[in-house]
């Protein structure tokens, strides 16, 4: 079968058009307690200033159902359509992610990676997209036809408690090759580390580590650009994943090896006297 170009997709805003609904979809076990939660919804303050109609769904409630591979959807008689559609939240979350001009994925980092819950969302797309039908993305990759939703332009919020790079890089990995693959224009990717440090969110956490403020002015920041140009420019996002440990060059010293026992012991000393009642 050779290959079929991608169509058009109607529903993308491009970089250059104000995205007026901006859905944001938090991957958080936590919910509306996590961090996760909190960075979203600051975001989403900076678009709504802007006029932008702003949802935040925490995906922990509702229930996603994990694709079984069944191949159902696959078949002439269900055409795209899965087993469970009537059985759980999917299908309205779909619909919800359909209406939407821009969606904002909020995850932490589990274990190396995305959260469980926002790969379990991703793996039912499966069942809306006919994989049978190849297709060229506008990259040139050969790939399968992709519904609507997959096609959203997108930016992420990827939250962990390390300090080091190499923790949040697969997730990173992960959206860029998604955006690549389904033809999603890519708006932005913040990267929060120190997760642990800013206490999740904790407003004291901005008086021991006064660079937070700053990190959350960019991240309304961040919001208001999705909201006016439909992407976060490079200034915002520099600011938005800053270090917030008072050390100049700390991104660059945390790099060196000898400098890793002296991080280790002030991160230990910090974490043992923030759980002490
Ligand atoms: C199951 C699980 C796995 C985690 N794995 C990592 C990890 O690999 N690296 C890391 O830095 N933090 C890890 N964390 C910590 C979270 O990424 C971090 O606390 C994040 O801020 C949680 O976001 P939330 O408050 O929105 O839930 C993990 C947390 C959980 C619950």
């Not at 994989?131 to 399968?144: K, P, Y």
């Not at 690549?180 to 901005?206: K, T, W, Y």
């Not at 937070?212 to 915002?236: D, H, K, P, Q």
Request: hydrophobic fraction near 40%.
């Amino acid at each position: 079968m050779s290959p079929e170009p991608t169509p058009p997709n109607p529903t993308s805003c491009g970089a250059a058009l104000r995205p007026r609904r901006i859905l944001a979809l938090n991957a958080s076990h936590r919910g509306p307690r996590g961090y996760t939660h909190f960075l979203l919804d600051l975001l989403l303050q900076g678009a709504r200033e802007q006029g932008a109609h702003t949802e935040l769904v925490d995906l922990a409630r509702l229930e996603i159902t994990p694709c079984r591979a069944c191949e159902a959807c696959h078949t002439p008689k269900r055409r795209l359509r899965c087993l469970m559609e009537e059985r759980d939240d999917v299908a309205g979350l779909f619909q919800r992610m359909r209406r939407a001009d821009l969606i904002v994925y909020g995850t932490p980092v589990y274990v190396f990676g995305v959260a469980s819950r926002l790969k379990t969302l991703w793996e039912r797309m499966y069942g809306v997209c006919d994989v049978r039908r190849l297709c060229l993305t506008r990259s040139g990759l050969i790939f399968h036809h992709v519904d609507s939703l997959c096609t959203k332009p997108l930016a992420a919020v990827i939250c962990c408690d390390s300090l080091e790079a190499a923790i949040p890089a697969n997730a990173v990995h992960h959206f860029r090759t998604y955006a690549r693959f389904m033809d999603a224009p890519l708006a932005g990717i913040l990267v929060r580390n120190g997760a642990a440090l800013a206490g999740h969110g904790d407003p004291q956490a901005v008086r021991r580590f006064p660079a937070l403020e700053s990190v959350y002015r960019a991240y309304r920041r961040a919001g208001a650009e999705l909201a006016l140009r439909g992407r976060i420019s490079r200034r915002t996002r520099a600011r938005a994943n800053r270090e917030i440990v008072p050390l100049p060059a700390f991104a660059l010293l945390k790099r060196l090896r000898p400098f890793k026992p002296r991080i280790l012991e002030r991160a230990r000393a910090f974490l043992s006297q923030e759980e002490q009642p």
